[in-house]
């Protein structure tokens, strides 16, 4: 069974810098594409990024060139390097395997305020 465990959230002012990290057991890591989901207060949880097994990436359109997923198959950790961050990136984010799409972990709170 897939776990996984989200952690770096916190509280940053705009413009500022975070970087996720999501520990992943439980399955062959390296076979797995993975997903960086948000869901903020009101609204439905969204993808904002995707990595391949090959590494290939794909962003949204609101965090294309401030965001940056990467995985470490070594660490079975997938990343999300967050720059420039807006209020409007405020939520609780979530990573996800593409393969077990009913496993989520707890997420992690990043709250983008002054």
């Known amino acids: 069974q897939v776990q996984l465990v989200e952690s770096g959230g916190g509280l940053v002012q705009p413009g500022g810098s975070l970087r996720l990290s999501c520990v992943v057991s439980?399955?062959?890591?390296?076979?797995?594409?993975f997903g960086w989901y948000r869901q903020a207060p009101g609204k439905q949880r969204e993808l904002v990024a995707s990595?391949?097994?090959?590494?290939?990436?794909n962003y949204a359109d609101s965090v294309k060139g401030r965001f940056t997923i990467s995985r470490d198959n070594a660490k079975n950790t997938v990343f999300l390097q967050m720059n420039t961050l807006e209020p409007a990136d405020t939520a609780v984010y979530y990573c996800?395997?593409?393969?077990?799409?009913?496993?989520w972990g707890q997420g992690t709170q990043v709250t983008v305020s002054s």
């Open positions: 439980g399955t062959f890591f390296r076979l797995h594409p």
């Open positions: 990595i391949g097994i090959d590494g290939n990436t």
């Open positions: 996800r395997s593409e393969l077990a799409r009913g496993a």
